[in-house]
């Protein structure tokens, strides 16, 4: 079946897409930044977010606090705690992406749960996402098979993807279900358990990833358990781009005085281990 019109021009403005293409002509991995929104406060979230743009992430994830996550270890708990306290919502969330649009043209991520995007409401959130040039959304407990509960608002011509994961734990049957239907770039769960650093087997990791290539052209990207230079290295090995959440959000709780500055530098050490 050939691709809308629409769907075509929507790719070619795809700043997911670009971005990925930019990366692998530069032979490196892609380096993904989790950051919860409004931690420790809107003001200086903002500044962290604007520090780690501009020191080199390819793609930001922000994180919208949710008070009862599921997937997140107990460093990007305590992130949404302090950020809930601060007042921050899905809609001062997508007001620093605002903010943000006016520096930069990487690509924005929304990761989120299900919960904020039924108060907000599905479609004012698609339609205010792209208004402000948000690149997609992850909701982590809105299983693949549902996508379609946020996307049907979405038309071809919006540059928006729905972003899926692949866990350890996904057979190999959903597995093909789920790469049928990604878009953007695949989130690719390097281990069971929640966000933070753990061991990672990359020789295991390595042939899942391998075989995930066969079944899809889109960008798989590996997260979980990624916290220092060293696992960024041998990530960027065998994957299209490397998620960083804890280890950041890590630096914003122990350095609250200089986070911003902190979290530039880390981001600068990271990005040279990007390369393959």
């Known amino acids: 079946m050939k691709e809308s019109k629409e769907k075509i021009e929507a790719d070619m403005h795809n700043r997911i897409t670009e971005t990925f293409y930019r990366t692998k002509k530069e032979n ?8 919860t929104a409004g931690d420790p406060d809107e003001e200086r979230s903002f500044e962290i977010l604007d520090a780690a743009c501009g020191a080199g992430l390819d793609l930001l994830e922000l994180g919208i606090p949710f008070s009862d996550p599921t997937a997140d270890g107990p460093v990007i708990q305590r992130a949404a705690s302090r950020a809930i306290r601060a007042g921050m919502t899905l809609e001062k969330g997508i007001g620093l992406v605002r903010r943000l649009r006016k520096r930069y043209e990487i690509p ?3 990761f989120t749960y299900y919960n904020p995007v039924i108060a907000y409401g599905a479609e004012r959130l698609i339609a205010d996402a792209v208004d402000t040039g948000i690149d997609g959304a992850l909701v982590v407990d809105l299983p693949s098979e549902n ?34 239907q990604a878009e953007g770039f695949v989130y690719v ?10 061991s990672i087997d990359w020789n295991v990791l390595s042939g899942e990833i391998q075989e995930l290539r066969k079944r899809t052209p889109v960008p798989l990207c590996i997260g979980f358990g990624i916290a220092s230079p060293e696992d960024v290295r041998s990530a960027a090995k ?6 960083v959440g804890s280890a950041i959000q890590r630096l914003v709780e122990t350095q609250l005085q200089t986070a911003a500055q902190d979290v530039a530098d880390f981001v600068r050490q990271l990005r040279q281990n990007t390369a393959r």
Do not use: C, H
């Not at 946020?150 to 790469?179: E, G, V």
């Not at 065998?238 to 998620?243: F, H, L, M, N």
């Open 238 to 243: 065998i994957a299209d781009g490397v998620i």
């Open 108 to 110: 924005i991520i929304l």
């Open 189 to 198: 769960v390097s281990r069971r358990g929640v966000t933070g650093s753990g």
């Open 28 to 35: 490196r991995a892609a380096l993904v930044g989790y950051i």
């Open 147 to 180: 996508a379609d509960e946020m996307m049907r608002y979405k038309n071809a011509a919006m540059p928006f993807s729905f972003i899926r994961l692949i866990a350890p734990t996904t057979d190999t049957q959903r597995q093909k279900t789920i790469l049928s």
